[in-house]
């Protein structure tokens, strides 16, 4: 909650530090105080003051070291994605290619076979009979050989 709201407001990094130093020093002026005997009924509330201002300190430099970390790490994951992101994009183009290529193959092979039936078809279309050469031609398009061989 603390850590949130601190990240909210904008206040020089300085001050941040000097919170901790104003703690550190008040309670040095405390123990300077208990010597001097007409000031040695500052020494509680400024005691007081100077924990306080101490355990705010130490927690807001905990703070902002954890967020210093925060920022290498994300920096660093960053810099992963980008990298796998230009892997992605060479993957990509080679996984296109491949399928276009293959699509172009598919579609020659088709095309290819379209034409051998109908040339066979018009040489028999007369009589009325399934001549063997298509039964051949359709055998071959489904046949397993035929798909490997179109892989």
């Known amino acids: 909650m603390m850590s949130f709201i601190f990240s909210q407001i904008t206040i020089p990094m300085w001050m941040y530090h000097s919170i901790l130093i104003i703690g550190i020093v008040g309670a040095l002026v ?3 105080l208990e010597l001097l005997p007409y000031l040695k009924i500052y020494v509680t509330p400024v005691r007081a003051i100077s924990i306080v201002l101490i355990i705010a ?3 807001i430099e905990g703070d902002l070291a954890g967020r210093a970390e925060f920022k290498v790490e994300a920096a660093e994951a960053q810099a992963k994605v980008a990298q796998v992101q230009a892997e992605s994009e060479k993957e990509n183009v080679k996984i296109v ?6 699509t172009q193959y598919y579609k020659t092979r088709g095309d ?4 051998y039936v109908d ?5 028999y279309d007369s009589k009325c009979e399934i001549p063997q050469a298509f039964v051949d031609a359709h055998n071959q398009a489904a046949s397993k050989q035929s798909k490997d061989t179109l892989k």
């Open 30 to 32: 405390g123990s300077i």
């Open 112 to 115: 290819d076979i379209v034409r």
């Open 97 to 102: 290619t491949k399928v276009i290529t293959k």
């Open 119 to 123: 040339r066979e078809v018009t040489k």
């Open 57 to 59: 300190g130490i927690y």
